[in-house]
């Protein structure tokens, strides 16, 4: 007798996993009425200095000298912040899109969209592709190397926002012309929200992915601007992340048809 | 297969490790990671009071000379999945004179109890290596040795003579198991595996040679190409990287099971390495190591191998209970690293050493030093 009640109660533990993960999934639904929300992300002060790299492993493929800039600012106005409406489950379905690198290098991010994310990275000229991006957990991401180098990939699950304390996921090599897919699991990410990516043989190569689970984000361009469309109507929190920066959030009401204008301001004492 | 079949527990031992290794393809990274809550939080404190990063589960062996430990240390680093190594080294032990406990024997000594004394060995190994990084967590090692051995004697009448046997030895298979591995820029970078493997009876334990005795004798146990066991291979290893200097320790069992064929066991063999190395510019490093190993004698004894002549013992390396020691070796390294080319990671390197401390069940002869040099190919 005993036996059987601790085989329901593992049981009821099993389903209660089963139901608390289903939970979370989000579920693609028409949108009716959908609102927006559109703003831009202002950065005051001076960025901080590129990075100035001198390229070890294959110069003629990345050139001799590179740089990294981790806070890209014109104008006083942010661009690379991920901009994202938490806690949506029902919505629209994921949109197709397609981020650049910084040059030199074309690497870019390229989302399928539809059902998932479908997040690719190409690597080219010694790039992975823009500075900051969103991943999705459970959903295969691309990683084509389009150099005649090898890369080492190397990435992380970061315990925090700005990547303090680093769990290291995949640690592979790239080859040349060659792709993989790598899945970030749930039980590799244990909770974190932000994944950063770096090749191991060149530094300079660094990005940085907030985990989404939805397709209510924007990155915001090159005049610090961002919109997202037909959001469901609703009270929500929005989120402006910047892995330098750290994070922001404001509450909105997405009212049906709706219009909501935002501004996040970072500033440098923020990113100390 | 009788003897597959009698050891029939080594066999659920490997095809274990083997599953549990395939097991592990979809496991996360290192096996200790999310089990060290506590240190975690003290590291990451740290970390952040001097406002630094802490990454934990970094395996990757970035391209330096020192990324892989001195030459004569074995399973001192793991791979990235799907990273290929091919290893040959070549190892030359010279041995000369006896020893007994830790005082020389001269050879008049020792053919005053037996008739015949030995009185130099060289043995040399080309060992073929290959790893693979099998997943996060597991590298799977293999290793095939083609042994040589020669050995100098002299008998009571002043006749010299010499017995050669040579031919592949035990095959060892091994898999690497990652641990942990935490780093920041102030403390490095710390690294732990475990090292498990199974030594395979494929190396000769009936050489035979021709010596005053007669024509294709038996040769006694220092000359045999294998152990003709089953031997577990269990260890563990600890590396550590502060800019330009790396350090390691690791130590390594050698577990006997059963008896072979000829009736008889080797005795286990225990050993420590911990050794530093300096990196001195991109390409080289040079390091130093110590080397203990500790072996016992040989349990049970060759029913086939001849111990005395007449009234008289034959040759102290026939006597099972004269083949145990204890020994301390220090051995000077130097690790270069070659341009890459065509993808392909090249590492030679080359280390020798000397005994500073030994002790023998004697007369046993002593060693007097050791030479390695090795090409490691990385794909």
């Not at chain 2, 274990?16 to 996360?28: R, T």
């Not at chain 2, 005082?103 to 008049?108: D, I, K, L, P, Q």
């Not at chain 2, 290596?129 to 100098?152: E, F, H, I, R």
Request: hydrophobic share 35%; net charge neutral.
């Amino acid at each position: 007798m005993r036996n059987v009640s601790v085989v329901a109660g593992f049981c009821c533990l099993g389903l209660l996993f089963v139901c608390a993960s289903q939970g979370n999934a989000y579920e693609i639904q028409p949108v009716n009425q959908g609102g927006g929300i559109q703003g831009q992300v202002f950065f005051a002060g001076t960025p901080p200095a590129p990075l100035v790299v001198e390229v070890d492993k294959g110069p003629e493929v990345c050139g001799k000298e590179r740089q990294l800039v981790k806070v890209e600012t014109q104008n006083g106005w942010l661009s690379g912040a991920v901009i994202l409406v938490e806690g949506i489950q029902t919505g629209k379905p994921f949109p197709v899109q397609a981020f650049s690198g910084k040059l030199p290098g074309e690497g870019e991010f390229r989302y399928q969209g539809g059902e998932r994310l479908g997040l690719q990275v190409k690597t080219k000229g010694c790039n992975f592709g823009p500075f900051t991006g969103v991943v999705a957990v459970e959903d295969p991401v691309i990683f084509e190397n389009q150099d005649s180098i090898k890369h080492t990939l190397h990435t992380f699950a970061s315990m925090d926002s700005k990547g303090i304390m680093l769990r290291t996921i995949h640690n592979q090599d790239l080859h040349p012309m060659d792709s993989m897919a790598r899945t970030f699991e749930v039980d590799k990410l244990r909770g974190s929200r932000v994944v950063r990516i770096t090749c191991n043989r060149h530094d300079f190569m660094q990005n940085w992915l907030y985990v989404v689970d939805h397709p209510y984000f924007a990155i915001s361009d090159q005049d610090g601007r961002f919109a997202i469309h037909q959001i469901p109507p609703g009270r929500y929190t929005v989120l402006a992340w910047h892995p330098i920066l750290g994070e922001q959030r404001q509450d909105v009401h997405i009212a049906s048809g709706g219009q909501v204008t935002l501004e996040f301001r970072f500033s440098r004492a923020q990113s100390e | 297969m009788k003897y597959l079949v009698r050891h029939r527990s080594v066999l659920a031992f490997t095809v274990g490790v083997g599953i549990s290794c395939l097991m592990m393809g979809s496991a996360a990274g290192a096996l200790l990671d999310g089990v060290m809550g506590g240190v975690e939080k003290s590291l990451a404190k740290r970390a952040e009071e001097k406002g630094e990063p802490l990454i934990i589960g970094n395996f990757y062996q970035a391209e330096r000379p020192d990324s892989h430990g001195p030459i004569g240390v074995m399973g001192d680093h793991t791979h990235n999945k799907g990273e290929f190594m091919f290893s040959y080294r070549y190892m030359r032990m010279f041995m000369d004179g006896n020893r007994d406990g830790t005082h020389n024997v001269s050879a008049s000594n020792v053919l005053s109890a037996y008739v015949v004394t030995p009185l130099q060995m060289t043995t040399q190994m080309h060992m073929f290596g290959w790893m693979y990084g099998l997943n996060d967590t597991v590298t799977l090692t293999a290793m095939v040795p083609y042994v040589m051995k020669s050995m100098d004697h002299r008998n009571r009448a002043g006749v010299k003579f010499t017995t050669n046997s040579s031919g592949f030895g035990d095959m060892k298979l091994g898999a690497l198991w990652r641990l942990y591995a935490f780093e920041t820029p102030s403390i490095g970078s710390h690294r732990f595996h475990l090292n498990s493997g199974v030594s395979l009876p494929t190396g000769d334990i009936n050489p035979r040679d021709n010596t005053p005795l007669g024509n294709n004798t038996l040769l006694p146990y220092p000359m045999r190409l294998g152990s003709g066991t089953v031997d577990l291979l269990p260890g563990l290893t600890y590396t550590g990287l502060l800019n330009d200097v790396t350090w390691g320790f690791q130590a390594l069992g050698t577990i006997r099971l059963g008896e072979n064929q000829q009736g008889y066991r080797e005795g286990h063999r225990y050993q420590i390495n911990s050794w530093g190395a300096y990196r001195w510019a991109k390409w080289v490093s040079t390091s130093v190591r110590f080397h203990w190993q500790q072996w016992g004698n040989i349990k049970g004894r060759d029913g086939q191998l001849q111990t005395t002549v007449g009234p008289n013992q034959l040759v102290p390396t026939a006597d099972p209970d004269l083949r145990g020691g204890r020994r301390l070796d220090v051995l000077g390294g130097v690790n270069i690293l070659f341009p890459e080319w065509m993808g392909l990671e090249n590492h030679v390197s080359v280390e020798a050493g000397l005994p500073i401390y030994q002790n023998l069940d004697g007369p046993q002869l002593k060693q007097s030093y050791s030479f390695w040099a090795s090409w490691q190919i990385v794909m």
